[in-house]
């Protein structure tokens, strides 16, 4: 049986969604990665008045141009694209770095090594650095060895990991005396995302080449249910005996038809995948996505308990959330402790169990 969890609601809305108010001073940042999310993010650290001064890519399409271009603003800001992360990360002397460029912790870890090097901290849509014990132990401890050698500050946050399957659900939580259970499912609509997006759920594909495709690396679909549902524990305080996670494709049943891919009876429409947390044999935590052509938009979280309620969202859009939370985050990151952290060390309330 899981206890209430002392989670106030209005401190973490306010940690989670911070306007420009919460800017004493301009902090200095660099884009380190300008795809989709890495753009969405410099946006809007520009409009929240942090100080942009870098940005980095690889891309020789955007390496040279100026980022006001590359973002359409209809002027230039004086700040070119480079691919020389370390001599933009040492001339720039950022206050923190927002990265951007992947899913797997062991792939964008150097990235992340050259920022910790110039003393900056780093906030990264990384999924797998949300809670990077789980699948790189090792290497979680040595950046958390480094970062705290050069006072610097890790975290890995987005919509999710980062909000609606792991924070969300343990802010609501607080209105139980008593916690069983905890369900989240977030649908979406994927003929709405990114060319990027459908390609990585499998779009178009056999179902054979999807479980193929999947097994190689070649498409992810979605990264991060064990971390979600070990950071959620880990918020609520709880001890899991063990995590599961999978995901499976979702078979067209008729001809769909998106922006990017079209879509025959029989092939790949989405995917639908979970994350389950167990004490014992008991499941208490699962989180659960459904990302399809013509699937509904919503979120839903369901807590079993004293009493049993249920919270459902017209849904959440996923990319402008995902951008949203790194800016929002970067202030509270220069003020907490230096090494590898979670949502949860930016969280600083003691919580109980009975």
């Given amino acids: 049986m899981i206890g209430l969890v002392n989670l106030l609601i209005p401190v973490v809305v306010k940690l989670l969604i911070m306007g420009p108010g919460w800017l004493s001073v301009a902090i200095r940042v660099v884009i380190y990665g300008l795809g989709p999310i890495g753009q969405l993010i410099a946006k809007v650290a520009l409009e929240r008045g942090f100080d942009v001064v870098g940005a980095i890519d690889i891309d020789p399409q955007k390496v040279g141009k100026d980022l006001g271009e590359l973002l359409g603003l209809g002027k230039t800001l004086g700040i070119k694209v480079e691919s020389d992360a370390d001599r933009v990360l040492r001339d720039s002397d950022p206050d923190v770095v927002l990265h951007a460029t992947g899913s797997f912790f062991?792939?964008?870890?150097?990235?992340?090594?050259?920022?910790?090097?110039?003393?900056?901290?780093?906030?990264?849509?990384?999924?797998?650095?949300?809670?990077?014990?789980?699948?790189?132990?090792?290497?979680?401890?040595?950046?958390?060895?480094?970062?705290?050698?050069?006072?610097?500050?890790?975290?890995?946050?987005?919509?999710?990991?980062?909000?609606?399957f792991d924070a969300l659900?343990?802010?609501?939580?607080?209105?139980?005396?008593?916690?069983?259970?905890?369900?989240?499912?977030?649908?979406?609509?994927?003929?709405?995302?990114?060319?990027?997006?459908?390609?990585?759920?499998?779009?178009?594909?056999?179902?054979?080449?999807?479980?193929?495709?999947?097994?190689?690396g070649e498409i992810t679909a979605h990264v991060g249910f064990a971390e979600s549902v070990l950071l959620m524990a880990n918020i609520m305080g709880l001890r899991l005996d063990r995590v599961e996670e999978g995901q499976d494709a979702i078979i067209a049943d008729r001809h769909y038809e998106t922006q990017y891919f079209r879509i025959e009876e029989g092939q790949v429409r989405g995917v639908v995948g979970y994350g389950s947390g167990f004490v014992g044999d008991k499941e208490v935590i699962r989180v659960e996505l459904r990302a399809c052509v013509a699937c509904e938009d919503y979120e839903e979280v369901r807590l079993v308990g004293e009493p049993t309620i249920t919270w459902r969202s017209t849904g959440t859009p996923g990319d402008p959330a995902t951008a949203a939370v790194v800016v929002n985050l970067a202030p509270r990151v220069l003020n907490a402790r230096p090494g590898l952290i979670t949502l949860r060390d930016l969280i600083n309330y003691s919580y109980s169990y009975t």
């Fill in 106 to 164: 062991d792939r964008v870890y150097p990235q992340i090594m050259k920022a910790i090097r110039v003393g900056a901290d780093v906030v990264s849509t990384c999924e797998t650095l949300a809670w990077p014990w789980y699948r790189y132990p090792e290497l979680a401890e040595l950046v958390d060895n480094y970062a705290r050698n050069y006072g610097s500050t890790v975290l890995g946050a987005g919509v999710n990991p980062g909000f609606v």
């Fill in 169 to 216: 659900p343990a802010v609501l939580s607080t209105t139980l005396t008593r916690l069983e259970k905890v369900v989240v499912v977030r649908s979406l609509d994927a003929a709405k995302r990114r060319y990027s997006f459908q390609r990585k759920i499998g779009l178009g594909m056999t179902p054979t080449q999807f479980r193929e495709a999947l097994s190689r």
